[in-house]
């Protein structure tokens, strides 16, 4: 079993930044499974944000964050991270980390979730 622990979500007013990270303690992982975030908000399912392929070649954004967020891994700290800048009210969702030996794709087949964290930006 892989545990993903998130950190770094909070409150930030629109056009903030914030940055968010997944370790997975005592695991390494991130240079073998695809990794990526997903957001779910108050009453809407959960969506895809941000994904790495399983072999690291390339990383996939969601339309809706592209040029604002970016994603990265620590290869050495087994962790990767969300940085999130020109934040709007619309990114207020609970983020949760995600991993699979295989790839993102399929949200119903992914192998491990974190626990997720919250984001809320004010207006």
């Known amino acids: 079993q892989v545990q993903l622990v998130e950190s770094g979500g909070g409150l930030v007013q629109a056009g903030g930044s914030l940055r968010l990270s997944c370790a997975a303690p005592?695991?390494?992982?991130?240079?073998?499974?695809?990794m990526g975030w997903f957001r779910q908000a108050p009453g809407k399912e959960r969506e895809f944000v941000v994904a790495?392929?399983?072999?690291?070649?390339?990383?996939y954004y969601a339309d809706s964050v592209k040029g604002r967020f970016t994603f990265s891994r620590d290869n050495a700290k087994n962790t990767v991270y969300l940085q999130m800048n020109s934040l709007k009210p619309d990114d207020t969702a609970v983020y949760y980390c995600?991993?699979?030996?295989?790839?993102?794709?399929?949200?119903?087949?992914?192998?491990?979730w974190g626990q997720g964290t919250q984001v809320t930006v004010s207006s």
């Open positions: 005592g695991r390494t992982f991130s240079s073998r499974y695809a």
């Open positions: 790495i392929s399983q072999s690291g070649g390339k990383i």
């Open positions: 995600a991993a699979d030996r295989v790839t993102l794709a399929n949200i119903g087949e992914v192998d491990y």
